[in-house]
């Protein structure tokens, strides 16, 4: 194992530079200066503004009645009492219901939920929403939340007193959506409560109470970091220009009047009466809210001088809330180390199997531009996957920590804020960062926007029910590399099209599929469901064979069709890919950016007996594509067949981009492998653990099992397992690569070395996991834990 696995960065220094996030990085090629980026919410202070406007006092939100509620389910003697509503719970799911008669229009969305309550036992309030406008069913909603828990819950102090509990929701919640609103005052049976009173504080409220000064902000789910002012403020920089400047900026508001955004700068000559001279640069008013607008502001002008820049506000209404998302002055002059990449896309790919695209053996054509890719650049053909979902193998890859290192199993686990992620190195080195996220899994919710200026979540997306999310990211993503074509920049473009639902759109429904058998088989897809065990699997429709079989549906012939129109989806999103190239060709970056096309997992279609993925380490789930592309860098057509690891990406752009690794990275740089030097070979892991999670996580829940791959076999260790299962299993890694023949029997003695090696390696891992955990909140100056804060890094 790696000398670097086991040590992690001091704890202070990695505290400070996640809330600088802006630290020269220390191993660059001297041959050229780094890139000049000065992001304004660096420079921020207090004394930023001269005279900060006053926030509202007070956030009332929309204070809900607390007549017409209903007794659900497990409650009795629902009353109002002295003002409050009292009643008495018989189970321990308890629910009372409102159906909310003044439910919220427009884009706005809940901040938190605030109770004003006691009960006499229990630990755990919890709230669940629904925005079904017909055909409501309280009981089936009960029914449900055993099932799939509402998230929105807090602690709850048994007593006589009266307690205030604030409830934030850990994902976005519009609060159009709140037409029905259940609460469940305790999960203790026989106990009283009373509800004194209940509010919906909106991001709005919200926002009009908190002072100005850096925050995490989203419009429309689209977040920046930010700095957040209101009418009448202005706020002043002071800095020193570079040779070619300009100001990389978004503006935005949640205000419904208008709001008026100006950008000046002082040079220090005085007016009249004596103040310095302000010039406008830009004046731009903002009339929609809720929707980020580009405005970047040319400073060339003012090139190699000290000036004062003043960011202002005016609106006819209050509070006036202005949004100035990722203001960062930038150099378009600066040259990049000799050798490094100016730009680099790495290109994440959901649920993409290997052996589904042309470059690796596949007969169907769906693949036509990522083969091209592959012609020109390097192939690996032994990549292995650390983890079998996104949730798990994005921090991986984001981080170079094995999961049982950086900790994220669980549907709800965040990312440490003391781990330092890619697109931190890349953003103290000066780079532009931008993530497009086509699921939860890859953004906030984990904590993998640390260290991007700009995160497009999956609920920007215009169609959330559709996986096919390549058109419109590869369509936001074009123009932003116009307007950063000459700085260095890191992109991760995370798309889904591959991922359940897999039917694509036209015309790649019908290229590998007969479209008169589409029907009988939408047929099966619903009839199928009501013989899944599994809830989260009848959720996504994901039968095994057994199910498929008891249904009386041949499983061949279904899964068949199911893979016509998976491959539909990997063609419809390579189309995409070429667009990608098309853009960067276009905009002349194709020789200076490195573009890295992988995959998080890939899918089974009942290789095991099962579908979907996250349920074992077989090889249809844990192998990838690995695709390294740059003319006159990267060596044209090497295909390397060594087995790397998701892990080792990190390492090899950093090491290609001439930046430093970070020190508790367990990866290695591939750079060896492709310059033909020394390359050590380290063999390759994989896990899916247990989850406790209940029904959010692929099941099965109460399995655990560990691979290693090395010198050609790939051992499974089986830690927890249904009975009859094997304990441990062995398979050709080249011969067999979907784990089909089990070896073990053959070969003892590989079982025993893999097993001793898998071991270690396991108990290295766990215990770099807990030099992680040190790097808590606990041990950060309070500057530096309300700068994370401010940032949403810490919760």
């Given amino acids: 194992m790696n000398r670097q696995s086991s040590v992690v960065k001091p704890i202070a220094a990695r505290a400070l530079a996640a809330a600088a996030l802006l630290v020269a990085a220390s191993c660059r090629s001297r041959s050229a200066p780094p890139p000049f980026a000065q992001?304004?919410?660096?420079?921020?202070?207090?004394?930023?503004?001269a005279a900060p406007a006053k926030p509202r006092p007070s956030i009332p939100g929309a204070i809900l009645p607390l007549t017409g509620w209903e007794a659900g389910p497990g409650v009795t003697d629902l009353r109002l009492v002295d003002g409050k509503l009292t009643g008495r719970s018989t189970s321990d799911t308890p629910v009372i219901h409102l159906a909310w008669p003044q439910v919220p229009t427009g884009p706005d969305t809940v901040h938190a939920l605030v109770l004003r309550m006691r009960v006499s036992a229990g630990s755990t309030v919890a709230v669940g929403f629904s925005s079904e406008e017909k055909g409501f069913d309280l009981k089936k909603q009960v029914e449900d939340s055993k099932t799939w828990p509402w998230?929105?819950?807090?602690?709850?102090?048994?007593?006589?007193?009266?307690?205030?509990?604030?409830?934030?929701?850990?994902?976005?919640?519009?609060?159009?959506?709140?037409?029905?609103?259940?609460?469940?005052?305790?999960?203790a049976r026989g106990a009283t409560f009373a509800i004194e009173s209940i509010r919906i504080v909106s991001r709005e409220d919200y926002l009009a109470g908190i002072p100005s000064g850096v925050s995490w902000q989203g419009l429309s789910e689209v977040y920046h970091e930010t700095l957040v002012s209101r009418a009448p403020e202005v706020m002043r920089f002071k800095l020193a220009l570079p040779a070619?400047?300009?100001?990389?900026?978004?503006?935005?508001?949640?205000?419904?009047?208008?709001?008026?955004?100006?950008?000046?700068?002082?040079?220090?000559?005085?007016?009249?009466?004596?103040?310095?001279?302000?010039?406008?640069?830009l004046e731009r008013t903002v009339t929609r809210g809720h929707r980020w607008e580009p405005a970047a502001v040319d400073l060339s002008a003012f090139a190699g001088k000290k000036v004062t820049l003043t960011l202002s506000l005016t609106s006819e209404a209050a509070p006036g809330i202005g949004l100035w998302g990722s203001p960062v002055v930038r150099d378009r002059s600066r040259p990049m180390p000799h050798g490094a990449p100016q730009g680099v896309i790495l290109v994440w790919a959901d649920t993409l199997r290997r052996d589904h695209l042309g470059t690796y053996g596949y007969s169907r054509a769906t693949s036509p531009h990522i083969d091209k890719l592959a012609s020109e650049g390097a192939t690996f053909d032994g990549c292995v996957g650390q983890a079998t979902w996104t949730k798990v193998a994005t921090p991986a890859l984001m981080t170079s920590l094995y999961p049982a290192t950086h900790g994220v199993r669980e549907f709800y686990d965040r990312l440490p804020a003391s781990v330092t992620t890619l697109a931190e190195v890349f953003r103290e080195a000066g780079y532009a960062t931008v993530s497009y996220s086509s699921i939860l899994f890859t953004g906030?919710?984990?904590?993998?926007?640390?260290?991007?200026?700009?995160?497009?979540?999956?609920?920007?997306?215009?169609?959330?029910?559709?996986?096919?999310?390549?058109?419109?990211?590869?369509?936001?993503?074009?123009?932003?590399?116009?307007?950063?074509?000459?700085?260095?920049?890191?992109?991760?473009?995370?798309?889904?099209?591959?991922?359940?639902?897999?039917?694509?759109?036209?015309?790649?429904?019908?290229?590998f599929n007969d479209p008169a058998a589409a029907g009988e088989h939408?047929?099966?897809?619903?009839?199928?469901?009501?013989?899944?065990?599994?809830?989260?699997?009848?959720?996504?429709?994901?039968?095994?064979?057994?199910?498929?079989?008891?249904?009386?549906?041949?499983?061949?012939?279904?899964?068949?069709?199911?893979?016509?129109?998976?491959?539909?989806?990997?063609?419809?999103?390579?189309?995409?890919?070429?667009?990608?190239?098309?853009?960067?060709?276009?905009?002349?970056?194709?020789?200076?950016?490195?573009?890295?096309?992988?995959?998080?997992?890939?899918?089974?279609?009942?290789?095991?007996?099962?579908?979907?993925?996250?349920?074992?380490?077989?090889?249809?789930?844990?192998?990838?594509?690995?695709?390294?592309?740059?003319?006159?860098?990267?060596?044209?057509?090497?295909?390397?067949?060594?087995?790397?690891?998701?892990?080792?990406?990190?390492?090899?752009?950093?090491?290609?981009?001439h930046l430093p690794i970070p020190r508790e990275a367990q990866g290695a740089s591939l750079l060896p492998l492709l310059n033909g030097t020394n390359w050590t070979r380290r063999p390759a892991f994989s896990e899916k653990a247990e989850t406790k999670d209940g029904n959010d996580c692929p099941p099965p829940h109460e399995t655990e099992s560990f691979s290693i791959t090395e010198d050609g076999f790939k051992l499974i260790r089986n830690d927890k397992r249904p009975a009859g299962a094997p304990a441990v299993e062995l398979y050709d890694a080249l011969r067999d690569p979907l784990n089909q023949h089990d070896l073990s029997a053959r070969h003892p003695e590989i079982v025993s070395r893999l097993s001793r090696s898998l071991a270690v390696w396991k108990s290295d891992a766990e215990a770099a996991r807990g030099e992680v955990e040190a790097g808590s909140k606990e041990d950060l100056k309070p500057e530096d834990l309300e700068r994370l804060r401010s940032l949403g890094y810490i919760r």
């Fill in 39 to 49: 992001p304004l919410i660096e420079l921020y202070t207090e004394s930023s503004i």
């Fill in 151 to 187: 998230r929105l819950t807090g602690p709850i102090h048994p007593g006589d007193e009266l307690r205030t509990v604030e409830l934030v929701p850990p994902l976005t919640q519009r609060a159009s959506d709140l037409r029905h609103i259940m609460i469940r005052p305790t999960e």
């Fill in 244 to 281: 070619r400047p300009w100001l990389d900026l978004s503006i935005g508001t949640v205000e419904d009047a208008p709001v008026t955004f100006r950008v000046g700068i002082v040079l220090g000559g005085s007016s009249q009466f004596g103040e310095p001279m302000t010039s406008l640069l």
């Fill in 444 to 511: 906030q919710m984990t904590n993998l926007h640390q260290g991007f200026e700009e995160l497009h979540e999956s609920g920007s997306l215009p169609d959330q029910k559709s996986s096919k999310t390549a058109r419109e990211y590869v369509d936001r993503l074009l123009p932003w590399l116009t307007a950063h074509r000459d700085v260095p920049f890191f992109v991760l473009l995370h798309i889904s099209d591959p991922h359940d639902p897999f039917k694509p759109y036209a015309p790649y429904d019908t290229l």
């Fill in 522 to 657: 939408e047929r099966q897809m619903e009839a199928v469901k009501k013989h899944i065990q599994d809830p989260l699997m009848k959720d996504f429709g994901m039968p095994s064979r057994a199910e498929l079989l008891k249904a009386g549906f041949d499983p061949e012939a279904y899964t068949t069709f199911n893979e016509g129109w998976y491959d539909g989806s990997i063609r419809a999103m390579d189309v995409e890919i070429g667009r990608l190239m098309e853009g960067l060709r276009a905009a002349g970056l194709t020789d200076k950016t490195l573009v890295v096309f992988t995959g998080d997992h890939g899918e089974e279609f009942l290789d095991h007996g099962r579908s979907f993925h996250g349920q074992s380490v077989y090889g249809e789930l844990s192998d990838l594509p690995l695709i390294l592309h740059r003319p006159g860098s990267i060596p044209k057509g090497k295909r390397i067949a060594e087995t790397v690891q998701t892990i080792d990406v990190m390492p090899t752009l950093l090491a290609m981009s």
